[in-house]
């Protein structure tokens, strides 16, 4: 079975801290996903990587940047949280090159909250 | 741009009823088509797929059937279960990356 894990299931960090959410897939699948997921607003896509060290920014890029250091992982950082960013924060995997003819596989969430 | 747009929840049934979620779609080309399901405290799993027109995607007693000529990929299932309450999202990929589109998502509530 893929597996998809993300570091903390909840999150509660203050205004102004800087916030890493970390991301693992076991199948060894080139792209990776960090969405922000909203009531009323559905998925949002934030950052995408299609392969290590590669990124390209989604539809909201702004207040976050991404790190793949290894095919396995993908980071999430909040350089300076602030309380707009509260949020459920979903990560995903997909085989690459495929034309997104794949599903993607999604971690279970983390809430954060800033306050 | 492409887009998906499926139906506001929530939506409240009771167990055994018929289930219609609608779902349209906007795209250049031949979208493949997606619903995937989220369960209380998870994260998005897949439901059903279809690749190409009149392609019938199923599972777990879900349909949903491409239609290619009024752009739209609904979700339907016979008579439903409580275990059925979740969000619904339909999605689209464009095979230009390996991106996918999300709608909104529709929340469904089963009552015993």
């Known amino acids: 079975d893929v597996k998809v894990t993300q570091s903390s299931r909840y999150l509660v960090k203050r205004t102004g801290e800087k916030v890493f959410l970390e991301c693992v897939q076991d199948m060894d699948h080139e792209n990776m996903f960090w969405y922000r997921q909203d009531p009323g607003l559905g998925l949002r896509l934030i950052y995408f990587s299609y392969d290590v060290k590669m990124k390209e920014k989604g539809d909201i890029p702004e207040g976050y940047s991404v790190s793949r250091e290894k095919k396995e992982r993908f980071s999430l950082i909040l350089e300076s949280a602030s309380t707009n960013q509260t949020s459920m924060y979903l990560c995903?995997?997909?085989?690459?090159?495929?034309?997104?003819?794949?599903?993607?596989?999604f971690g279970p969430g983390t809430r954060l909250t800033v306050t | 741009g492409d887009s998906v747009t499926q139906m506001e929840g929530p939506v409240t049934l009771s167990e055994e009823a018929f289930l219609t979620i609608n779902c349209t779609y906007t795209?250049?080309?031949?979208?493949?088509l997606f619903w995937y399901v989220q369960y209380p405290g998870e994260g998005l799993q897949l439901l059903l797929k279809a690749t190409k027109a009149d392609d019938k995607g199923s599972n777990k007693g879900f349909e949903a059937t491409y239609r290619k000529e009024t752009t739209s990929f609904h979700l339907e299932k016979g008579s439903v279960q409580v275990s059925d309450s979740a969000v619904y999202f339909c999605?689209?990929?464009?095979?230009?990356?390996?991106?996918?589109?999300f709608g909104k998502g529709t929340r469904l509530h089963i009552l015993p």
């Open positions: 999605a689209l990929s464009d095979h230009r990356d390996d991106k996918i589109i």
């Open positions: 795209a250049t080309g031949y979208p493949s």
């Open positions: 995903a995997s997909s085989l690459g090159w495929t034309g997104g003819l794949y599903e993607q596989y």
